[in-house]
């Protein structure tokens, strides 16, 4: 009798637990429970997707309601996203002028805001401070940055770059520095980001594409879009210290949180490329899916993600070994990434 007892008692226990994995392994599992997200800028469909790194999918999707979104950047908090929409071309290239950022609950998986610029500004990159948690856009029209608060949603000032078609932005870890990649005149604006103003234009190339900064800020990093070369600014000359071959002309890159390596997308040979910061030369090469547009290393240094156009795909990096983990399906035109942390 007492073994029937336990039979029945322990049946419905193992039913309840079969319920509960069943009922976890169905649930997505994203930011609404806290957890940290990919966030991915879906410009052929003007979306703005989510990515569950784990499960190494996109688990919902968010309607910009405009035309379209290139790049976004998360609130340090990891609860709002911040869609610049551009316009529906390239950069220099003719075609419509976007006027305004949408705001985005990634929790609630809609838009909660709008800033609007009152007139066509091809908002693109967005970076949030590191240090004040201002979010600083390039409005390459006005040939400017400009300076919102996140929680206000008002335009608080506006940072001259003196070049035009400063497309994208790359900020110091302490804040103070800024700079630009102006695309058509191949120059680098270089901002005082307290004081609010242009200190220096450094010429690199007639062309150039993308920024980024190494980890001790020392180093600025754009690609020459002429030839298979990355040019290494001196931060504290402020001129171009060193170039170094590339397997096909360069795009987004990043450093890892180790200041080792720069992870660097290379879109005409369908690979990212990684360069040891030490010897200045490329020391892997990884095929990813077509045209790899932008690098992000996640903040735990484990994965570098490259968001690939042309495909649809996001591929995730291991550094460990510097091998494909996975690819993630996106959508269309899959371009900027963004980092949600978790709560």
């Not at 983990?325 to 709560?343: S, T």
Request: hydrophobic share 45%.
């Amino acid at each position: 009798m007492m073994r029937l007892h336990v039979v029945f008692l322990v049946l419905p226990l193992i039913l309840v637990f079969s319920a509960v994995l069943t009922f976890s392994a169905g649930r997505p599992l994203d930011n609404t429970s806290g957890r940290a997200v990919l966030l991915v800028a879906n410009k052929g469909e003007s979306s703005l997707g989510i990515i569950e790194p784990e499960l190494g999918r996109q688990v919902a999707t968010v309607a910009e309601n405009g035309v379209t979104g290139h790049e976004v950047v998360a609130s340090s908090d990891g609860r709002i996203a911040f869609v610049p929409i551009y316009g529906n071309s390239g950069v220099g290239l003719p075609g419509t002028d976007g006027r305004n950022i949408v705001v985005v609950d990634i929790a609630a998986r809609k838009v909660i805001g709008n800033i609007d610029f009152g007139h066509g500004v091809r908002p693109h990159c967005a970076v949030i401070g590191p240090k004040n948690g201002l979010l600083y856009v390039t409005t390459e029209i006005d040939n400017s940055i400009s300076v919102i608060d996140p929680h206000t949603l008002k335009i608080v000032a506006s940072i001259p770059t003196n070049e035009p078609e400063s497309h994208m932005l790359a900020i110091t870890h302490d804040g103070r520095r800024g700079y630009t990649a102006n695309v058509g005149s191949g120059t680098v604006s270089v901002l005082d980001l307290e004081a609010r103003k242009t200190i220096d234009v450094i010429p690199v190339a007639t062309h150039i594409q993308r920024i980024s900064v190494s980890i001790d800020d020392r180093l600025v990093f754009t690609s020459d879009t002429t030839k298979p070369e990355l040019a290494v600014i001196d931060a504290a000359t402020k001129k171009v210290k060193t170039r170094i071959t590339l397997p096909a002309p360069g795009y987004g890159s990043a450093a890892t949180p180790d200041g080792r390596w720069l992870v660097i997308a290379a879109p005409g040979a369908n690979q990212v490329a990684v360069i040891d910061l030490g010897t200045m030369k490329v020391a892997h090469t990884i095929d990813v899916p077509a045209a790899p547009q932008e690098i992000l290393v996640r903040p735990d240094g484990l994965v570098a993600y490259a968001s690939c156009d042309a495909s649809r795909k996001v591929a995730a990096i291991r550094t460990s070994d510097w091998k494909v983990e996975k690819l993630i399906d996106a959508g269309k035109g899959v371009d900027g990434l963004a980092w949600a942390a978790g709560r």
